[in-house]
């Protein structure tokens, strides 16, 4: 009764392990490029904000 072998779960740990590591690499590298995409919209925002400040310098001068 007490002499039954326990079942070899091994595989399934490391599996798990794999698993989890892959969904952290995805959730990894989807925050840089959601950082890369930020700093582009955030360049792209300030270079309208200085053209914009450019031209209503401008007409003020006029």
Known sequence: MFLETIPDTSNYMIAGYIFAFVIMGIYVFSMYL????????VETLESLQSEKSKRSSRSKKK
Not at 35 to 40: A, P, S
Request: no cysteine.
């Open 34 to 41: 959601r950082n890369t995409n930020l700093k582009r919209d």
